[in-house]
């Protein structure tokens, strides 16, 4: 998936896939393409699941 997928399968804005990025979010770079990232749905979802308080509170969520 796209950084605009990956918003989309997750309900955030493309911002926040991108300060996620800068926090450890698993991406893919393709062989000759510099600056595109995909995104492997299931590698995602686990580290959303992973992810420390602050990840989940970029998105808006409310962390204990």
Excluded at 45 to 50: C, L
Aim: proline share 5%.
């Amino acid at each position: 998936l796209s950084v605009s997928g990956v918003a989309r399968h997750l309900s955030v804005s493309r911002q926040t896939i991108y300060r996620w990025l800068e926090l450890g979010l698993p991406s893919h770079q393709p062989a000759g393409e510099r600056g595109r990232r995909l995104f492997k749905i299931e590698e995602v979802d686990q580290w959303i699941v992973d992810s420390p308080c602050s990840a989940r509170a970029a998105a808006g969520e409310v962390c204990a």
